[in-house]
Structure formats: C-alpha cells, structure tokens
C-alpha cells in the first residue's frame, strides 16, 4: 500500500481556480480506483474517482463542469483540477485508494492522504 500526500490547497476568492495533487510516497501503490472526497459537516462527500489506468472517470454533481480528475503514470500522481470556486467548497480535500468496485463508499477505500485544505471566499 502506498502513502499518499494531497498538496495544492488554499485561500482563493470565489471564481477561482486550485490544482490538488495527490502523490504516491515511500512506496508504490497500484489500484482499481483513486478517489477524491471532501470533509463536510457530519460526512465526508464524494467528489470524483478514476481507474488505474485513467479511463473510466466518475464526477459527482457538484464537481461536474468545474473539475477535472487525471492522473499521470510517470509521476505516479493523480490531480484535481478545480474551476469556478465557490464558498461551499470549502472543505478539508482527501485522496484515497481502493481496490474494490464500490468506489462511493468511503469505507471502502484502505489508504487515505491527511488532507489539504480548500477554503474559497466570498
């Protein structure tokens, strides 16, 4: 199981953008799925997933039109592209890993990073 870092969080006004990172390290990780949640009052909500091999590609309805999951193999790296910010996306932001096909359960996923920080103004 890999170790996995989120980095890109910030303060930003309303309309605009953030790029978060989420990276393997320390050890190699391979999965069916990374997952990017958020930490909302009384649940942690899901955000968007992708496969392993980047070709299935899930969005709730809040990130569809505004974010954009990838990833990149070289860097062993998956990144969430976040446009047009607004003060309900402010959360702590989470990446996780799973091998199992139940992605939009939490508890399904086994390596979870510690969080960064989203915090959009008005």
């Known amino acids: 199981q890999a170790q996995l870092v989120e980095t890109g969080g910030g303060l930003v006004p309303a309309g605009g953008s953030l790029r978060l990172a989420c990276a393997a390290s320390?050890?190699?990780?391979?999965?069916?799925?990374v997952g990017w949640w958020r930490q909302i009052p009384m649940e942690r909500e899901f955000v968007a997933a992708i496969?392993?091999?980047?070709?299935?590609?899930y969005y709730a309805d809040l990130a569809k039109g505004r974010f954009t999951i990838s990833r990149d193999d070289a860097e062993n790296a998956v990144y969430l592209q976040m446009n047009d910010l607004q003060p309900d996306d402010t959360a702590v932001y989470y990446c996780?890993?799973?091998?199992?096909?139940?992605?939009?359960?939490?508890?399904?996923?086994?390596?979870w990073g510690r969080g960064t920080q989203v915090t959009v103004s008005s």
């Open positions: 320390g050890r190699t990780y391979r999965s069916a799925l």
């Open positions: 496969s392993w091999n980047g070709y299935r590609v």
């Open positions: 996780a890993a799973t091998n199992s096909d139940y992605f939009l359960r939490p508890d399904e996923y086994d390596v």
